[in-house]
């Protein structure tokens, strides 16, 4: 009922326009059966018309008044009925809510995890060594399946013993929670997740530092001066892009070391985690922290 | 409210020089009152109601053809007149209006609110006088 009545308000502008041309026709018609030619007929029908072009403009106008009037009508009988029905409401909006937002965070995930590729230069050469799909683990119950870690001998020896394999890089299993603060400043120590790794560690995934430099082969010898590399996401967030950063000392555990470059925006190391590292150091820096060292390697 | 009388006055009631002296404005709201009525004896096209409005005034009404159509819109959208496609006594396409029953009901009541203002109107002015 209500529909029927609504469409058969609608009419079309050319609908309208054939009805203005009949009505001239038909009054020329007239004026000639008083005695006028054809010309003065039409004519005279025209001036006894008025403005053509304005009584279509008149007729749109009107047309979309009325369309607006009844979406106006049609929201405001909607909003009653949403006040009407509380509890229904409610449930709709907090349906609609929950699956916006559960949608827009799988989305980000997926977005993230299988859409965009890896922020490394050739992600179809890279692999992983190590028995099954356990990576990284340290402790806990595996189900059955093994984990592999790898110490830093073995590594070396594997390394060096397979020219096939252009560049093999290592990796700690784990992230360690350290408290570093800069320098010569006032700020307190705070914590980050750091992780040790092999010096051609970022030359493996073929990256190119934000700022400053990675690390070269002798950062990985025993005695050498401590470095690190920080990541973009702490060097912007915690440090505001400073330039300065680079180049300039930190303090982990009380021991010195020197920030010699920022890893680029979207490279988060490795393994995909929620805690990603703010800083990794070479190997060799490990002993020197005076931890036990083992390592896991790609 | 006087400004969209002028604009109306001119609209409705387009007047040459020579017409000035026998040829009326229409009021403003009194095109609506004048369709229906014409329509009460039958369906009519608008070039027909048109026409009918000025013989019956006996050509004092001039009604600008043009602003006829608003106005049948205006009435047909208020489910007063309803309209369909036919074919004329001279056998053209027009577009045919037809009074609605609500229609039948809006004139009566127009006319009656018409009458009673008119009659009012004529008792404050008072029997005709010559004075130009």
Redesign the interface.
Known sequence: MFWRKRTSRKRSGADFSAELRSHLELEAERMRAEGMSEDEAYARARRTFGNVTRSEQRFYESRRALWLDQLAQDSRHAVRQFWHNKAFTLIVVATLALGIGVNTAIFTLVDAVMFNTLPVSRPDELYRLGAGDNCCMMTGYQAGQDFALFSYDLYKTLRDGTPEIASMAAFQPWLETQSIRRAGTAELAQPFMTEHVSSNYFELFGIRPAAGNFFSPSNELRGSAPVAVMSYRAWRSRYGSDPGVVGSNFLMAGKPFTVVGIAPPAFYGETLREDPPDFWFPVATHQLFDRAARFGFT | MLRRNDRRGH?LG?MSTRDKKSRVALLQGTLDLLILRTLRFGRQ????I??AIQEQSEDVLLV????L??AL??L??QGWITAEWGI?S?N????FYTLSKQGRKQLVEEANRWRTLANAIGRILGPETQES
């Open positions: 609209t387009k096209h608008g070039q027909g048109a026409r600008e053809h043009g602003a159509y608003p819109q205006r047909e959208a004329s001279n053209r396409k027009a577009r």
